[in-house]
């Protein structure tokens, strides 16, 4: 199915403008693994010895230290704010609307490399989040065309991202991670199963992903299912 050029581009900056909302929601009323990595005595106590002159044990039970990650977190959920008005106005905006999306997207590829920490480093856990990341770049590079018209290589893209997204998250729903115990419980709670047949069902859904990821760049329809 050929698209407009206009209806692609609107459609993808309605899901770049859905990816910083959920993101600045989950900041401003959530939190975000940023004490991952700035509670990691083995990464930062070097840093906050030499640099602030503190213990780690005064840095990490510091309510002004926390404190001020608080307010890091809450700023950077008013900056996906920012990101998300940004992307659905970006055509009066021109280059600096531009450079916020690449902006954007950096410190979600920052949020991402957070995740991939939290998770032990699975290298899964990062391309997971390939198209939020890579959701604003797209966008970006498509309103700097004049007929708002993807080119080979930007749909080539996109689709790479779409696979790696579909692909390293049936890595957890097959079981080559860890499975997450609220992947089984949800299926459980919305399937009626026991947790055998929920891990079943998971493994089904895994390969599907992965079979997604194969067919996106094939002639035909796979698309309807990533929707899905």
């Given at each position: 199915?050929?698209?407009?050029?206009?209806?692609?581009?609107?459609?993808?900056?309605?899901?770049?403008?859905?990816?910083?909302?959920?993101?600045?929601?989950?900041?401003?009323?959530?939190?975000?693994?940023?004490?991952?990595?700035?509670?990691?005595?083995?990464?930062?106590?070097?840093?906050?010895?030499?640099?602030?002159?503190?213990?780690?044990?005064?840095?990490?039970?510091?309510?002004?230290?926390?404190?001020?990650?608080?307010?890091?977190?809450?700023?950077?959920?008013?900056?996906?704010?920012?990101?998300?008005?940004?992307?659905l106005l970006l055509p009066r905006l021109g280059k600096?609307?531009?450079?916020?999306?690449?902006?954007?997207?950096?410190?979600?590829?920052?949020?991402?490399?957070?995740?991939?920490?939290?998770?032990?480093?699975?290298?899964?856990?990062?391309?997971?989040?390939?198209?939020?990341?890579?959701?604003?770049?797209?966008?970006?590079?498509?309103?700097?065309?004049?007929?708002?018209?993807?080119?080979?290589?930007?749909?080539?893209?996109?689709?790479?991202?779409?696979?790696?997204?579909?692909?390293?998250?049936?890595?957890?729903?097959?079981?080559?991670?860890?499975?997450?115990?609220?992947?089984?419980?949800?299926?459980?709670?919305?399937?009626?199963?026991?947790?055998?047949?929920?891990?079943?069902?998971?493994?089904?859904?895994?390969?599907?992903?992965?079979?997604?990821?194969?067919?996106?760049?094939?002639?035909?329809?796979?698309?309807?299912?990533?929707?899905?």
């Amino acid at each position: 199915m050929k698209l407009k050029p206009t209806l692609y581009f609107r459609l993808l900056q309605w899901a770049t403008a859905g990816v910083f909302l959920g993101r600045a929601w989950q900041h401003l009323y959530w939190d975000a693994p940023y004490r991952a990595l700035l509670w990691d005595e083995r990464w930062m106590s070097g840093l906050v010895e030499g640099l602030f002159g503190m213990s780690w044990q005064e840095y990490v039970s510091s309510p002004q230290v926390n404190s001020l990650i608080q307010s890091w977190v809450f700023g950077t959920g008013v900056f996906y704010l920012l990101c998300a008005a940004a992307a659905l106005l970006l055509p009066r905006l021109g280059k600096a609307g531009r450079w916020l999306m690449y902006l954007g997207a950096l410190s979600l590829m920052g949020l991402a490399a957070l995740y991939c920490k939290e998770k032990f480093f699975f290298i899964g856990q990062f391309f997971e989040y390939t198209l939020q990341f890579g959701s604003p770049v797209f966008l970006a590079l498509l309103a700097q065309k004049a007929d708002k018209e993807p080119g080979p290589r930007l749909i080539l893209s996109m689709k790479v991202a779409v696979a790696l997204t579909f692909t390293c998250h049936g890595l957890y729903a097959f079981g080559y991670y860890p499975r997450p115990g609220h992947f089984v419980y949800m299926t459980m709670s919305i399937l009626g199963v026991g947790d055998e047949a929920a891990a079943v069902f998971l493994q089904i859904a895994g390969l599907l992903d992965f079979l997604l990821s194969i067919l996106l760049f094939l002639p035909g329809r796979a698309a309807f299912y990533a929707a899905g």
